[in-house]
């Protein structure tokens, strides 16, 4: 359709198709939203006084265990983005359309549903490597910046301590022959990579300083011990949503 403009049938064939696919597309960045906000309230409640994250995990599993769902999805979500480059090139496409059309005084129905001001805030979240992660990880910036009364080590203490449970769990032959799935495997590595990136964001100087809570040697190794296949999509979100890591991950 973008090559050949004058040929009626490929633009409205074209446009057919895209278009339930813009709309697909504004649900997953109205999903981020509320995820946003999901993610400030399960922190808010997992490291507020007069518990440590540590007491609070331990009380409040279930919170925890939603908390970790968050993250896979997130991380699920991300890598299927990475893997899908027409998700930006078809909406490319529609945005020149509905540009187009409005400078012909022509509106679609569609722009009822997608107008041109939601497009753009589409454009900017889909522009993002690793978008879902973009949010998570302003929200926890936000989140610490909003509670200034709040020490930022009750956020980094729960994030290192759900990292380094994670850890265990992937490093220790009796735990992972408890696991029953790949899947099971898999949510472990992607909620572990997911709180290492928050933590990096947070953390006054990141997560790979000596000071760090995080074993990132230990996290990086297991995450290498895996088949490549499986840990790829993960490696790339440390490359991409953490400053150090794309210096020592070439």
Not at 38 to 67: G, I
Request: proline fraction near 5%; charge should be neutral.
């Amino acid at each position: 359709a973008i090559q050949n403009p004058n040929d009626i049938q490929l633009q409205e064939k074209a446009w057919n198709s895209v278009c339930p696919l813009v709309v697909r597309l504004k649900r997953f960045y109205e999903f981020s939203l509320r995820l946003e906000k999901a993610l400030q309230s399960l922190l808010e409640s997992l490291t507020c006084p007069p518990y440590t994250p540590t007491q609070h995990l331990e009380r409040e599993q279930a919170l925890a265990k939603e908390f970790a769902e968050i993250l896979h999805f997130t991380l699920r979500f991300d890598e299927l983005k990475m893997r899908n480059p027409a998700i930006q090139n078809d909406f490319s496409y529609y945005r020149r359309t509905i540009s187009r059309n409005r400078i012909n005084n022509m509106h679609l129905d569609i722009e009822n549903e997608v107008n041109n001001e939601m497009a753009n805030r589409m454009s900017l979240f889909y522009a993002e490597a690793t978008p879902m992660l973009k949010t998570l990880s302003n929200a926890t910036t936000s989140f610490v910046s909003d509670n200034k009364t709040l020490p930022i080590e009750n956020t980094t203490d729960c994030l290192s301590t759900m990292a380094s449970v994670c850890k265990v769990m992937l490093e220790t032959p009796e735990y992972r022959s408890r696991f029953t799935s790949e899947d099971t495997l898999m949510f472990c590595m992607r909620v572990m990579v997911g709180v290492i990136i928050l933590y990096d964001h947070v953390h006054p100087v990141g997560a790979f300083c000596k000071t760090s809570k995080i074993d990132m040697k230990g996290c990086i190794k297991v995450l290498k011990e895996q088949p490549p296949d499986s840990v790829e999509g993960l490696l790339n979100a440390l490359r991409y949503r953490t400053a150090c890591m794309r210096a020592r991950l070439p």
